[in-house]
């Protein structure tokens, strides 16, 4: 013995860190990256490693010449980034724009606010949406899932299950009518259907999100608040006019309902922290992507959904504070 | 609500209770409790008696010290004490114990006890008890329900939820009888009919003891409660009992409450039915590379290098010792100084254990607020603090915290959640003091 360190209580720390929470998101993304590998090809694997190289690569750019501090790439953080984004984008984008998303989504999205843990806005929604209003052809234009294929041009494109809904009882047809031009719905859960690269497989993102829930990465608060708030606002109107609105189920399994219920609206850094607080946001998140859903000029509604949620997260969690103890007096 | 689950490590849970054997200088800081520090009576060359009243209580809150050994005094003087700062203490050069007159050092139980409320809170003052779980506040003071007030409940911790310590535990299953008989004198000075002894599930053997001993003690009954820190924290031990929860700022007896620790009811069983005063104590001595861990009777003033020795002495990697829990004990940078009434366990740290994770930024992900046991939010209250902004750090209820450190601890950055909080508490103390005052 030498010198005897003194320092404040606790005296014990948990072996939890931040790098491993964020591996520990990526790995439970391998069943959904797997499924989507499988239906769009080596487009997909190659839009994904681009978003991955790039967000890391803007992050350390951005950390060594910009904000000249400590280099932080390699805690996971940007890598969840990089897949996230590909998971929001369609295996065809050119590969260049998938740069450009990188770039807005760690620049704009992350590194402005002061890197991990500043931002208000989820990174990859921010790079999708910068997409989506820059490349509004390219971000639409989706493939169509085939068995493994390492074409990279020439993919058959087509609308997604929620556009083919929309578009449907849009022009005056039933439910029933259009419900011969969607997929089957087993076909529907495990992801063999159009859209963006990850967001096809509700079966393999469920099986992440349960190994986030079990590993206590995530809470079940958001999803469950998320995807409840979603079947009520989609039961309610299905009820009322069942030829005009498809059913909750529906809702649930297309589009990216699972994927941003599991993966971007329970993202840390861009949510409440009371558990209280998350339920309000999940639900908040659920109505908007039924109101855009529904009533919205577009398809689909998560993204822009989470972004408007994340903005509300600060006065959340001004309002929704954790229940403080002795809070309410008992007497018993 | 709340709470984490460190590692237990209760290494040194079925280690018989040591009697160590009386060092030959023992340290008595005049300040070991809560409250008022007691002023010496006797003077440097005075000849001490075992039990010998050495210092009396200041005040109203303040307790008796009493010399834990036979012997001289040697000197009276500022003496580094475990919390780092110097204090006035007595030392005693140590000879052959010779008991003050009274005591009753006989084995044997006694088990009835004829005098009245007063009679016995008196008792108590005289034998300088105070709370053994780690407060120090004076018992005496506990004993009496305050005018307008009434007390439903006699809670007592057997709790143990720091990880390593075992000296309750201990305790329960070797001197459960002795703790029972001290636990119904309580009730009868508080003048309560029922008394829960709380033991975390994780000592079932120490449950059964207590349990089947408490079958013959009217109105004692025992509740195995969940095992999670700090579920021995008195709002939450209450809580978990009979589900009442203490008002923020308020005392348990607000609820009908009064919590005693069981090494404090062995304590007022020894006091007073051995008219024994409070000159010794367990204290549990653990780490994973000390060579022989367990639990010592200890005489007060004894310093803790004596106790290590007893353990197996230092070893080579030693980079941390911890006085009491590793959640909520305090590191000490010097092995001489004293055990006192407060002193639970010594916890040796090797070199890997003692450094905290490097700090990296925080991700919001809540688990601070999550198991926070008070429901308040460390994060917020850390960078308020942090920022000198003490009037928000007032309302968003900093003065709660009670320290106990489970948002440090669950903290996947490695914040220094507590350390920033606790500059702020102070500041917002302070600021509360001047305005009351």
Sequence with gaps: ?332 | MGGVHPPENKITASRHIEELPVPGTVTIPISQHLGVPASPVVAKGDRVLTGQLIARGGGFISAHIHSSVTGKVVKIDDMMDSSGYRRKSVVIQTEADEWAEGIDLDAGIVRGCDLDGAAIVRKVNDMGIVGLGGATFPSHVKLMVPKGKKADYLIVNGVECEPYLTADHRLMLEKGEEILVGISIQMKALGVEQAIIGIESNKPDAIEVMGRLAASHAGVRVEALEVKYPQGAEKQLIKAAIGREVPSGKLPIEVGCVVHNVGTAFAVYEAVQKNMPLIRRVVTVAGKSMNKPGNFMVRIGTPVSALIEAAGGLPEDTGKVINGGPMMGKALNDLGVPVTKGTSGILVFTEMESHRKPVVACIRCGRCTTVCPMGLEPYLLSALSEKNRNEECEQERIMDCMECGSCMYICPSGRPLLDLMRVGKSRVGKIIRERTH
């Design chain 1, 1 to 332: 013995m030498s010198v005897l360190t003194v320092s404040g209580s606790p005296h014990l720390q948990t072996d939890q860190s931040v790098s491993k929470i964020m591996y520990g998101v990526v790995f439970s993304l391998i069943p959904a990256m797997l499924v989507s590998f499988y239906f769009f090809g080596l487009a997909a694997i190659l839009v994904t490693i681009t978003a991955v190289v790039a967000c890391m690569a803007f992050e350390f750019l951005i950390q060594k010449y910009l904000i000249r501090g400590p280099l932080t790439i390699f805690d996971g953080s940007a890598l969840i980034t990089g897949i996230l984004l590909a998971f929001n984008v369609p295996a065809s984008l050119p590969l260049w724009m998938v740069v450009v998303g990188s770039a807005a989504a760690i620049g704009m999205g992350k590194m402005t606010f002061g890197g991990l843990g500043k931002n208000p806005f989820n990174p990859a929604l921010v790079g999708r949406v910068f997409l989506m209003i820059s490349f509004p052809v390219e971000m639409t234009s989706w493939p169509l899932p085939s068995a493994f294929s390492t074409k990279l041009t020439d993919a058959v494109t087509g609308p997604t299950a929620l556009a083919i809904w929309k578009d449907g009882v849009g022009q005056g047809n039933t439910v029933d009518q259009v419900m011969a031009d969607l997929p089957e719905y087993a076909q529907l859960l495990i992801g063999n259907m159009g859209g963006s690269i990850g967001e096809i497989s509700a079966l393999a993102l469920l099986l992440g999100g349960v190994y986030m829930l079990v590993r206590k990465i995530i809470t079940w608060h958001i999803p469950v608040a998320y995807l409840g708030s979603v079947v009520v606002f989609a039961g309610v109107f299905w009820l009322i006019d069942p030829t005009y609105y498809i059913d909750p189920l529906f809702h649930l399994i297309s589009g990216g309902l699972m994927l941003g219920a599991l993966y971007m609206a329970t993202d840390m850094v861009t949510s409440p922290m009371s558990a209280r607080g998350q339920i309000v946001f999940g639900i908040g998140c659920g109505v908007v992507t039924m109101v855009i859903r529904l009533f919205g000029a577009y398809p689909e509604g998560v993204s822009f959904a989470i972004l408007i949620m994340n903005a509300f997260v600060p006065i959340i969690n001004k309002g929704m504070k954790p229940k403080r103890f002795g809070e309410e007096v008992k007497h018993g």
